[in-house]
């Protein structure tokens, strides 16, 4: 599966703590790899392929889109889902 990342979620990422970076994209890596792979993935209600992965305090969003995965944005949990 091939993973893109959006220019807002590399803005949002440099913001993030880089531990907290390096981990969520090695979740997104993983599970891209493998999605039965053990990786805190949970469907974003009210959205179609759109899904989340937490890491501690924060969350990277991604949609699917065929064999395409897109991260579209890194923040700290309270303000991931506005």
Do not use: C, H
Request: charged share 30%; aromatic share 6%; net charge positive.
């Amino acid at each position: 599966m091939q993973i893109r990342i959006a220019k807002t979620a590399i803005k949002e990422a440099r913001k993030a703590p880089v531990e907290i970076t390096i981990k969520l994209i090695e979740a997104v890596a993983r599970y891209a790899e493998n999605r039965n792979a053990a990786v805190d993935v949970k469907a974003m209600q009210g959205e179609d392929s759109a899904y989340r992965i937490r890491v501690r305090d924060w969350r990277l969003i991604f949609t699917i889109e065929g064999e395409t995965l897109t991260i579209v944005k890194i923040a700290p949990r309270g303000a991931a889902y506005r």
